[in-house]
């Protein structure tokens, strides 16, 4: 099938490569000519598993890039809009990209074509695309309305859309049903998975994925209320670790003990410094904004916001316990994307925090394995830049892991005990074993989990002047 999707950024660049890669013909539409530019020529803007190699593998054959929008929903069956809806002042979501896509598409309907939305939007968009397009002159029957959101996680993108839990279409025809499925056909009939070349299967999938028709107005807000949910579960288990931290409990054996139901589950039941990104923090302000519009006062909303905004400061305050003081402390830190396997700093939890720290008067040299060059144009020259974890401990007061990267899981910890002035971990995402990690003499510290002393330790062990006091 011809396929036009537009807007080449995250979810637009993978669903298009992606899509090539089930066989189909994809034309990939920006009006960012520097973009279009750099996609013609093999670069690949987002560091994203796998994508590299399937842009490579269908540049310039299945898939195409142009600017061109009129023509490429002239030669196409299925259009889909993955252009970005950001949040407003308000927390409502910006649909205008999508409102100039729907207009521009009206013009250049020559024939039955679906129009999708993938793009994550509130609950009745998918009326006002169907309006603007009659608006606009095009013949009721000549389209249809669908929504086919995404459940994609940065990192793991393409596989996630190759391998996923579930496909949902939102169709109020049976028509553009029928169009959906057989774009999807290459999953759901399992064939894309005997190809050789095949993106390599992850663990716990499903062969095939289950295809869920529902209405459109329920599917757009599936999308928005699994972000709630997930962002939800995170809070959760980060206000469940707070109470650990009281009492003396590991949050992780009680994650262990909550997740072994099968109701629940363990994965998102991670504690640490909070959600970031891109899609949860815009969505819940997004999904809350359309509860109000609907008369109903989502509260639980705004508390799962308020545990992951406070989550933050808790971590602060234990950086802050360790060092005592903050001003003029050399803080080595690792990660500043808002997670690992992605080079997306939006709203990451570890880049405030290297924020709120540097506001303290702290000296912070930094690395991460994809971000760093994002992450410099936010934090101008106020913080220094490592070529590897060991150098952004060297001499540090402390390290600070901000990011679940798995080669932060997996360090030469007797050379970082070496590298580091004094050997204080802060960890935010609970890499390591605090009984490990004391008996190799650092001071640990980590989410919801008691710190052990250190062997060899005094009392003061834990801030500088405890290290000072032993020599």
Same mark, same amino acid.
């Not at 637009?12 to 520097?34: I, S």
């Not at 269908?58 to 259009?79: I, N, W, Y």
């Not at 969505?283 to 609907?294: N, P």
């Given at each position: 099938?011809?396929?036009?999707?537009v807007?080449?950024?995250?979810?637009?660049l993978?669903?298009? !490569?992606?899509f090539?890669?089930?066989? +189909?013909?994809?034309?990939?539409?920006?009006?960012?000519?520097?973009?279009? &530019?750099?996609?013609?020529?093999?670069? &690949?803007?987002? +560091?994203?598993?796998?994508?590299?190699?399937?842009?490579?593998r269908?540049?310039?054959?299945r898939?195409q890039f142009?600017?061109?929008?009129?023509?490429?929903?002239?030669a196409?069956?299925?259009?889909?809009i993955?252009?970005?809806?950001?949040?407003?002042?308000?927390?409502?979501a910006?649909?205008?990209?999508?409102?100039?896509?729907?207009?521009?598409i009206?013009?250049?309907? /020559?024939g039955?074509?679906?129009?999708?939305?993938?793009?994550?939007?509130?609950?009745?968009? @998918?009326d006002?695309?169907?309006?603007?397009?009659?608006?606009?002159?095009?013949?009721?029957?000549?389209?249809?309305i669908?929504s086919?959101?995404?459940?994609?996680?940065?990192?793991t993108?393409?596989t996630?859309?190759?391998?996923?839990?579930?496909?949902?279409i939102?169709?109020?025809?049976?028509?553009?049903?029928?169009?959906?499925?057989?774009?999807? &056909?290459?999953l759901?009939?399992?064939?894309?998975?005997?190809?050789?070349?095949?993106i390599?299967?992850?663990?716990?999938a499903?062969?095939?994925?289950?295809?869920?028709v529902? @209405? =459109?107005?329920?599917?757009?807000?599936?999308?928005? =209320?699994?972000?709630?949910?997930?962002?939800?579960?995170?809070?959760?288990?980060n206000?469940?670790s707070?109470?650990?931290e009281s009492?003396? !409990? /590991?949050?992780?054996?009680?994650c262990?003990?909550?997740g =072994?139901d099968?109701?629940?589950?363990?994965?998102?039941?991670?504690?640490?410094?909070g959600?970031?990104?891109?899609?949860?923090?815009k969505?819940?302000?997004?999904f809350?904004?359309?509860?109000?519009?609907c008369?109903?006062?989502f509260r639980?909303?705004?508390?799962?916001?308020?545990?992951?905004?406070?989550?933050?400061h808790?971590f602060?305050?234990? #950086?802050?316990?360790a060092?005592?003081?903050?001003?003029?402390?050399?803080?080595?830190?690792?990660?500043?994307?808002?997670?690992?396997?992605?080079?997306?700093?939006?709203?990451?939890?570890?880049?405030?925090?290297?924020?709120s720290? #540097?506001q303290?008067?702290?000296?912070?040299?930094?690395?991460?394995?994809?971000?760093?060059?994002?992450?410099?144009?936010?934090?101008? @020259?106020?913080?220094?830049?490592?070529?590897?974890?060991?150098e952004?401990?060297?001499?540090?007061?402390?390290?600070l892991i901000?990011t679940?990267?798995?080669?932060?899981?997996?360090?030469?910890?007797k050379?970082l +005990?070496?590298?580091?002035?004094y050997?204080?971990?802060i960890d935010?995402? /609970?890499l390591?074993?605090?009984?490990?990690?004391a008996?190799?003499?650092?001071?640990?510290?980590? #989410?919801?989990?008691?710190?052990?002393?250190a062997e060899?330790?005094? !009392?003061?062990a834990?801030?500088?002047?405890?290290k000072? !006091?032993?020599?």
């Amino acid at each position: 099938m011809r396929i036009a999707v537009v807007g080449s950024g995250y979810v637009g660049l993978v669903a298009g !490569a992606c899509f090539a890669d089930l066989g +189909h013909d994809v034309v990939l539409v920006d009006n960012d000519q520097a973009k279009l &530019t750099s996609l013609r020529s093999g670069q &690949t803007p987002i +560091h994203e598993q796998f994508l590299p190699e399937l842009l490579e593998r269908h540049r310039g054959k299945r898939l195409q890039f142009s600017d061109d929008l009129q023509t490429a929903v002239k030669a196409s069956a299925a259009v889909f809009i993955a252009v970005g809806t950001p949040p407003t002042e308000q927390g409502e979501a910006d649909l205008s990209y999508v409102e100039s896509v729907a207009r521009s598409i009206s013009g250049a309907i /020559n024939g039955y074509k679906v129009v999708v939305e993938k793009s994550t939007v509130p609950v009745y968009t @998918s009326d006002w695309i169907r309006k603007i397009i009659l608006r606009n002159a095009a013949a009721p029957d000549s389209f249809d309305i669908a929504s086919n959101p995404e459940f994609l996680r940065e990192g793991t993108a393409v596989t996630d859309f190759l391998y996923p839990d579930r496909i949902v279409i939102g169709v109020d025809s049976e028509r553009a049903a029928s169009v959906l499925r057989q774009i999807y &056909t290459p999953l759901t009939d399992g064939s894309y998975y005997r190809k050789q070349d095949a993106i390599p299967q992850p663990d716990r999938a499903r062969i095939p994925p289950p295809i869920i028709v529902a @209405s =459109a107005k329920s599917a757009e807000l599936i999308k928005h =209320a699994s972000n709630a949910f997930l962002a939800m579960k995170i809070s959760f288990i980060n206000a469940v670790s707070s109470i650990c931290e009281s009492v003396g !409990a /590991n949050v992780q054996q009680v994650c262990q003990g909550i997740g =072994a139901d099968s109701r629940i589950g363990t994965r998102f039941l991670n504690p640490g410094i909070g959600y970031g990104g891109s899609c949860f923090p815009k969505d819940l302000m997004a999904f809350r904004s359309v509860a109000r519009e609907c008369g109903y006062e989502f509260r639980l909303l705004d508390e799962v916001m308020r545990i992951n905004e406070d989550q933050r400061h808790r971590f602060l305050r234990k #950086v802050r316990n360790a060092l005592w003081t903050l001003r003029g402390k050399r803080l080595g830190v690792l990660g500043l994307a808002f997670k690992g396997g992605t080079d997306d700093i939006r709203e990451s939890p570890g880049l405030l925090l290297v924020q709120s720290l #540097v506001q303290e008067g702290c000296v912070i040299t930094a690395y991460d394995p994809a971000a760093m060059e994002r992450a410099r144009a936010v934090l101008n @020259s106020s913080v220094q830049f490592a070529n590897s974890p060991y150098e952004a401990a060297s001499g540090a007061d402390a390290l600070l892991i901000l990011t679940e990267w798995e080669e932060f899981a997996t360090l030469d910890l007797k050379r970082l +005990h070496r590298e580091l002035k004094y050997p204080i971990i802060i960890d935010g995402r /609970n890499l390591y074993d605090p009984d490990t990690m004391a008996g190799l003499g650092f001071s640990y510290y980590s #989410v919801g989990r008691a710190a052990p002393i250190a062997e060899g330790s005094t !009392a003061g062990a834990g801030r500088p002047e405890g290290k000072l !006091a032993q020599s």
